[in-house]
């Protein structure tokens, strides 16, 4: 594995199959980050902070991309090469994938992927993707790594199949075998707007019995239904979310621990303290510190 930093970039060969880059421009002006590529590697563009685009031919067209997404690119045909221009405050992480590589790790469900399947593998792909704050975590942590050169490329490749995990999980919303009611197309609903009330009063979140009555379902249902949909009880759904919201608010910079902790409902900043450890296996302040 190879580390090699040139400024603020940063290449790292996690294998002859997987190349990661970062970058973190502090300049006042824009920077353009240029190198080239191999064909047959799929790129993975994230946007942590600002904005950035990526231009080709010249600037005749480009990708924009801004704070909290992803731009896939795959071009069988020709070498893609990256030229990313990043505006003042940006940060950039890429990964770049070898196309068997990938393959390899979704053969059984390619299928769920478009540009995957049998029909699509020799054509050129572009989407783009919105990041959950749970990857916006794992990428921050990729870029203000600490660990040892000897575990540094099983610590990277464990974090790409992570971020890659998140980014092609195809959920399955309904599984009427298990959970017949669901077949029914109002309980879902009512499953899903019981969802958006708890995230919306997450500080207060309502009782399960208050919020099994405010979307006019059993209790029963609720908790069964719940499970079945987002495969996490409701109380522990609402901990996920707000340890991810968590994370993204102490990555911007903009806020203390105690205005986390009081964003999120919690009575005391160590109530809030050991949550998050539980979570991420770290403190807050300690994760604020490393989202350099």
Same mark, same amino acid.
């Given at each position: ?10 290449? !790292? ?5 997987? +190349?990661?880059?970062?970058?973190? *421009?502090?300049?006042?002006?824009? =920077? ?5 590529? #191999?064909?047959? =590697? ?36 020709? *070498? ?26 979704? $053969? #059984? ?18 989407? #783009? ?31 790409? =199949? ?5 980014? $092609? ?11 017949? $009611? ?16 708890? !995230? ?34 409701? $109380?522990?759904? +609402? ?40 979570? =991420? ?12």
């Amino acid at each position: 594995m190879k580390n090699i930093k040139s400024g603020t970039i940063t290449k !790292i060969e996690i294998d002859n199959d997987i +190349l990661y880059y970062d970058y973190n *421009n502090l300049e006042s002006k824009k =920077f353009l980050m240029n190198y080239e590529t #191999e064909k047959g =590697f799929i790129q993975f563009h994230f946007c942590l902070k600002g904005d950035i685009s990526f231009e080709y031919n010249n600037g005749a067209y480009s990708f924009p991309l801004s704070t909290g997404n992803c731009i896939l690119l795959y071009n069988p045909i020709m *070498n893609l090469p990256v030229n990313a221009l990043l505006n003042h405050n940006s940060k950039l992480v890429s990964l770049h994938i070898r196309i068997e590589k990938f393959h390899s790790l979704f $053969f #059984e469900n390619s299928d769920n992927i478009p540009f995957l399947s049998e029909e699509n593998i020799n054509k050129k792909f572009y989407k #783009e993707y919105a990041l959950s704050p749970m990857m916006t975590t794992i990428l921050v942590q990729m870029m203000n790594e600490n660990v040892s050169d000897n575990v540094k490329k099983l610590y990277f490749k464990g974090k790409v =199949f992570e971020i890659l995990s998140l980014l $092609f999980n195809i959920s399955k919303e309904m599984n009427t075998e298990q959970c017949p $009611f669901l077949a029914d197309d109002k309980n879902v609903k009512k499953i899903k707007m019981a969802k958006e009330i708890i !995230i919306a009063r997450m500080s207060e979140p309502p009782s399960l019995k208050e919020l099994a009555d405010q979307v006019e379902i059993s209790l029963k249902n609720l908790k069964e239904g719940f499970k079945q949909v987002y495969g996490n009880t409701v $109380f522990g759904y +609402l901990y996920d979310h707000k340890m991810n919201v968590a994370s993204q608010m102490l990555s911007t910079k903009n806020y203390n621990v105690n205005e986390v902790a009081l964003h999120l409902g919690y009575s005391t900043a160590s109530h809030f303290i050991n949550a998050f450890k539980n979570k =991420f296996g770290t403190t807050p302040k300690k994760y604020l510190n490393n989202s350099n």
